[in-house]
């Protein structure tokens, strides 16, 4: 995917997170040093979080096993469309 750098929405969207990022650095860096370690350990605490959310569960086969079932007839030609069929 190539984005166009050039539209405003793009430049605005960039600015934005880049604003926040630097927002944020500024604040973690008026910390005292305790503080900083706490927040070091919650940011890898919430990247392990959303890591786990990101993993897809692997899934179990069989598991709506029955829950199905098609008639004997499944596969035989629908009175209704017979007409088009012709």
């Given at each position: 995917m190539i984005f166009c750098l050039s539209k405003?929405?793009?430049?605005?969207?960039?600015k934005k997170h880049i604003m926040n990022?630097?927002?944020l650095f500024t604040k973690l860096v008026g910390l005292p040093k305790d503080l900083k370690k706490e927040a070091k350990d919650f940011v890898e605490f919430l990247k392990t979080k959303s890591s786990d959310?990101?993993?897809?569960k692997k899934r179990k086969?069989?598991?709506a096993?029955?829950?199905i079932e098609?008639?004997?007839d499944?596969?035989?030609p629908i009175d209704d469309f017979k007409e088009y069929q012709q």
């Amino acid at each position: 995917m190539i984005f166009c750098l050039s539209k405003p929405s793009y430049i605005k969207a960039i600015k934005k997170h880049i604003m926040n990022d630097i927002e944020l650095f500024t604040k973690l860096v008026g910390l005292p040093k305790d503080l900083k370690k706490e927040a070091k350990d919650f940011v890898e605490f919430l990247k392990t979080k959303s890591s786990d959310k990101d993993t897809p569960k692997k899934r179990k086969a069989g598991l709506a096993k029955g829950l199905i079932e098609m008639s004997d007839d499944f596969d035989e030609p629908i009175d209704d469309f017979k007409e088009y069929q012709q």
